[in-house]
Protein backbone atom coordinates (compact mmCIF):
# COMPACT_ATOMS: atom_id res chain seq x y z
CA UNK A 1 0.00 0.00 0.00
CA UNK A 2 2.85 2.17 0.71
CA UNK A 3 4.59 2.34 -2.44
CA UNK A 4 0.83 3.30 -4.28
CA UNK A 5 -0.08 5.86 -2.10
CA UNK A 6 3.70 7.37 -2.81
CA UNK A 7 2.89 6.95 -6.50
CA UNK A 8 -0.27 8.31 -6.42
CA UNK A 9 0.72 11.20 -4.70
CA UNK A 10 3.83 12.13 -6.76
CA UNK A 11 1.81 13.07 -9.58
CA UNK A 12 0.55 15.86 -7.70
CA UNK A 13 0.80 18.80 -10.53
CA UNK A 14 3.89 21.24 -10.37
CA UNK A 15 1.84 23.60 -8.21
CA UNK A 16 2.12 21.44 -5.06
CA UNK A 17 6.00 21.67 -4.94
CA UNK A 18 9.12 20.13 -6.21
CA UNK A 19 9.07 17.58 -3.48
CA UNK A 20 6.13 15.51 -3.54
CA UNK A 21 3.57 15.28 -0.52
CA UNK A 22 3.46 11.29 -0.41
CA UNK A 23 0.69 10.00 2.32
CA UNK A 24 2.30 7.86 5.22
CA UNK A 25 1.08 4.68 6.11
CA UNK A 26 0.36 5.35 9.43
CA UNK A 27 1.39 1.38 10.26
CA UNK A 28 5.10 2.66 9.69
CA UNK A 29 5.52 5.20 11.90
CA UNK A 30 5.60 4.23 15.66
CA UNK A 31 3.83 6.13 18.61
CA UNK A 32 5.97 8.10 21.10
CA UNK A 33 7.50 5.68 23.64
CA UNK A 34 5.98 8.68 26.64
CA UNK A 35 2.37 9.06 26.06
CA UNK A 36 -0.42 10.70 28.66
CA UNK A 37 -3.84 9.00 27.81
CA UNK A 38 -5.87 12.18 27.96
CA UNK A 39 -8.81 9.41 27.85
CA UNK A 40 -11.67 11.85 28.33
CA UNK A 41 -10.34 13.94 24.91
CA UNK A 42 -9.63 10.38 23.04
CA UNK A 43 -13.12 9.51 24.15
CA UNK A 44 -14.81 12.04 22.19
CA UNK A 45 -12.72 12.40 19.12
CA UNK A 46 -13.13 8.75 18.92
CA UNK A 47 -17.27 9.08 19.77
CA UNK A 48 -17.02 11.88 16.79
CA UNK A 49 -15.69 9.66 14.38
CA UNK A 50 -17.93 6.86 15.31
CA UNK A 51 -20.85 9.16 15.13
CA UNK A 52 -19.88 11.30 11.91
CA UNK A 53 -17.33 9.33 10.00
CA UNK A 54 -15.27 12.63 10.15
CA UNK A 55 -13.66 14.86 13.13
CA UNK A 56 -11.80 17.92 13.12
CA UNK A 57 -9.37 18.65 15.64
CA UNK A 58 -7.91 22.08 16.37
CA UNK A 59 -5.71 23.39 19.49
CA UNK A 60 -2.69 25.42 19.64
CA UNK A 61 0.51 23.67 18.03
CA UNK A 62 1.88 20.88 20.66
CA UNK A 63 -0.85 19.94 21.80
CA UNK A 64 -1.25 16.31 20.78
CA UNK A 65 -3.38 16.60 17.80
CA UNK A 66 -1.16 14.23 15.64
CA UNK A 67 -0.76 11.81 18.53
CA UNK A 68 -4.02 11.88 19.30
CA UNK A 69 -5.53 11.19 15.65
CA UNK A 70 -2.50 8.53 15.33
CA UNK A 71 -3.66 6.79 18.68
CA UNK A 72 -7.22 6.33 16.91
CA UNK A 73 -6.21 5.43 13.74
CA UNK A 74 -4.04 2.34 15.42
CA UNK A 75 -7.36 1.57 17.82
CA UNK A 76 -9.73 1.83 14.84
CA UNK A 77 -7.37 -0.67 12.83
CA UNK A 78 -7.53 -1.29 8.81
CA UNK A 79 -5.30 0.81 6.65
CA UNK A 80 -4.38 4.44 7.57
CA UNK A 81 -2.83 7.21 6.19
CA UNK A 82 -1.73 10.62 6.71
CA UNK A 83 -0.90 13.44 4.64
CA UNK A 84 1.09 16.25 6.63
CA UNK A 85 0.38 19.71 5.25
CA UNK A 86 2.91 21.39 7.29
CA UNK A 87 4.55 24.59 5.21
CA UNK A 88 2.18 24.41 2.13
CA UNK A 89 1.04 27.20 0.62
CA UNK A 90 -2.86 27.52 0.23
CA UNK A 91 -2.44 26.49 -3.70
CA UNK A 92 -0.68 23.54 -2.81
CA UNK A 93 -3.21 22.17 -0.08
CA UNK A 94 -6.00 22.52 -2.19
CA UNK A 95 -4.18 20.76 -4.74
CA UNK A 96 -3.00 17.77 -2.41
CA UNK A 97 -6.51 17.94 -0.74
CA UNK A 98 -8.10 17.44 -4.40
CA UNK A 99 -5.32 14.32 -4.94
CA UNK A 100 -5.97 12.80 -2.05
CA UNK A 101 -10.08 12.94 -2.31
CA UNK A 102 -9.89 11.29 -5.63
CA UNK A 103 -7.58 8.38 -4.73
CA UNK A 104 -8.41 7.21 -1.62
CA UNK A 105 -11.24 4.93 -2.19
CA UNK A 106 -8.73 3.19 -4.85
CA UNK A 107 -6.44 2.06 -2.11
CA UNK A 108 -8.88 0.74 -0.26
CA UNK A 109 -8.15 2.97 2.89
CA UNK A 110 -10.04 2.93 6.03
CA UNK A 111 -8.93 6.22 7.59
CA UNK A 112 -7.22 9.33 6.07
CA UNK A 113 -5.42 12.04 8.82
CA UNK A 114 -5.17 15.24 7.46
CA UNK A 115 -2.38 16.63 9.33
CA UNK A 116 -1.35 20.09 10.06
CA UNK A 117 -4.43 22.10 7.83
CA UNK A 118 -3.80 25.75 7.36
CA UNK A 119 -5.14 28.14 5.59
CA UNK A 120 -9.00 27.60 6.54
CA UNK A 121 -10.09 30.63 5.29
CA UNK A 122 -8.84 30.48 1.63
CA UNK A 123 -11.86 29.55 -0.56
CA UNK A 124 -9.69 27.24 -2.83
CA UNK A 125 -8.73 25.35 0.29
CA UNK A 126 -12.50 25.49 1.49
CA UNK A 127 -13.38 24.38 -1.60
CA UNK A 128 -10.69 21.20 -2.00
CA UNK A 129 -11.58 20.28 1.98
CA UNK A 130 -15.30 20.12 0.99
CA UNK A 131 -14.58 17.87 -1.58
CA UNK A 132 -12.38 15.71 0.53
CA UNK A 133 -14.86 15.30 3.03
CA UNK A 134 -17.68 14.63 0.76
CA UNK A 135 -15.14 11.71 -0.79
CA UNK A 136 -14.24 10.44 2.67
CA UNK A 137 -17.79 9.91 3.27
CA UNK A 138 -18.64 8.14 -0.51
CA UNK A 139 -15.76 6.05 -0.18
CA UNK A 140 -16.76 5.18 3.62
CA UNK A 141 -13.20 6.00 5.06
CA UNK A 142 -13.22 7.77 8.17
CA UNK A 143 -11.18 11.24 8.13
CA UNK A 144 -9.41 13.51 10.90
CA UNK A 145 -8.62 16.58 10.29
CA UNK A 146 -5.98 18.41 12.77
CA UNK A 147 -5.60 22.12 12.33
CA UNK A 148 -4.55 24.98 14.64
CA UNK A 149 -8.02 26.92 13.71
CA UNK A 150 -11.71 25.22 14.34
CA UNK A 151 -13.63 25.01 11.06
CA UNK A 152 -16.30 27.58 10.51
CA UNK A 153 -19.76 27.60 11.57
CA UNK A 154 -20.45 28.47 7.26
CA UNK A 155 -17.83 25.80 6.47
CA UNK A 156 -19.63 23.18 8.64
CA UNK A 157 -23.25 24.44 7.35
CA UNK A 158 -22.26 23.96 3.78
CA UNK A 159 -20.62 21.01 4.46
CA UNK A 160 -23.72 19.73 5.74
CA UNK A 161 -21.36 18.62 9.12
CA UNK A 162 -22.95 19.32 12.64
CA UNK A 163 -21.05 20.82 15.11
CA UNK A 164 -20.14 17.61 17.12
CA UNK A 165 -17.58 17.29 14.42
CA UNK A 166 -15.11 19.76 15.72
CA UNK A 167 -13.41 19.38 18.83
CA UNK A 168 -10.74 21.54 20.41
CA UNK A 169 -7.85 19.77 22.08
CA UNK A 170 -6.92 21.53 25.61
CA UNK A 171 -3.29 22.20 26.85
CA UNK A 172 -1.57 19.52 28.58
CA UNK A 173 -2.53 18.77 32.59
CA UNK A 174 -0.08 18.91 34.95
CA UNK A 175 -1.27 15.19 35.09
CA UNK A 176 -0.43 14.53 31.98
CA UNK A 177 3.19 15.87 32.06
CA UNK A 178 4.10 14.00 35.12
CA UNK A 179 2.55 10.95 33.38
CA UNK A 180 5.15 10.99 30.45
CA UNK A 181 8.02 12.31 32.46
CA UNK A 182 6.81 8.85 34.96
CA UNK A 183 7.03 6.85 31.53
CA UNK A 184 10.43 8.63 30.65
CA UNK A 185 11.59 7.15 34.14
CA UNK A 186 12.03 10.94 36.24
CA UNK A 187 10.97 10.70 39.70
CA UNK A 188 10.03 12.72 42.29
CA UNK A 189 8.54 15.69 40.29
CA UNK A 190 8.46 18.78 42.03
CA UNK A 191 6.42 21.79 40.71
CA UNK A 192 8.60 24.75 41.53
CA UNK A 193 5.74 27.65 42.36
CA UNK A 194 6.53 30.49 40.01
CA UNK A 195 8.62 33.02 42.23
CA UNK A 196 7.97 36.12 39.44
CA UNK A 197 6.83 38.93 41.74
Not at 25 to 54: C, H, M, W, Y
Not at 97 to 122: A, N
Not at 126 to 155: G, H, K, M, T, W
Request: proline share 6%; net charge negative.
Amino acid sequence: MAKALSISMSSVSDVASTHPVRPSPISETPLPKALANRTDAVEKIQQALETFGACWISGAAGMGKTVAARILAHRNGGDWANVNLRGKSPEQIAQILIQSSDSMKGFGLHGLIIDDLGYTTDPSVLDSLSYLFFSAQRSDVLLIINSSDRPSVEFLFACDLPAGVALTLSEFSEEDIQEILEQCGVKDIHCVPDQRP
